[in-house]
């Protein structure tokens, strides 16, 4: 069985993390990527697990030598997905993950045009808005942020492969599943023995 790479993103507060945690539990199987960093780690972070930390002339070296799929700078600090973990999970065929951001999924389109692109939509933006003010982690002047962000996002979904609106957990567990297994989880379709 020959690998491949899934992109999947969506706006800050949709819930893509819930989403794969719950795939993850069912198929622990898949290769979920690990970005480089350039900002310092945090408490608890572990790297090659979290994020591979690097200084940033070692990272600008990646980007000049090509062996970055992504990468963006966010708050003064570099991010970017490494290709080589990538090349070398894809060719012991696993299914690849990664989770980034808009910007770098329009950048792997153009690195790695064969990956299938997955966006998360929610219900509605005043849902988002709600899920984002329930966390209780942001001020209003960064939750403003995030939503005007996550506007712009929205508009650029149909420049995916798929889209999963993100309204009920379990409907959107089983549509990511059918996507990266490419038949439903719970259900078998009754035409797939069909006689032509």
Known sequence: MSGRVVVFTGPSGV???????AVLADHP??????????????AGEVEGQ???FMDAAGFQDLVKRNE????????GN????????????????????????????????????????IFVLPPSIEELENRIR????????????RLAKASIE??????????????????AVEQLKEALFGQSQTTE???????P
């Open 134 to 145: 329930a966390r209780g982690q942001d001020e209003e002047s960064a939750i403003q942020k």
């Open 154 to 171: 929205i508009g650029a979904a149909n420049e995916f492969d798929l889209q999963i609106t993100n309204d009920d957990l379990d409907t």
């Open 189 to 195: 379709t009754p035409l797939a023995n069909a006689a």
């Open 29 to 42: 199987g898949i290769y979920l990527s690990i970005s480089a960093t350039t900002r310092n780690p945090r």
């Open 50 to 52: 979290h994020y591979y």
């Open 78 to 117: 570099c991010y970017g997905t490494l290709r080589q973990p990538i090349q070398e999970q894809v060719n012991q065929g696993k299914l690849v993950i990664l989770e980034i951001e808009l910007e770098g999924a329009r950048q792997v389109r153009k690195t790695l045009p064969e990956a299938y692109q």
């Open 15 to 21: 819930g893509k993390g819930t989403l794969l945690r």
């Open 68 to 75: 970055l799929l992504e990468w963006a700078e966010f708050a």
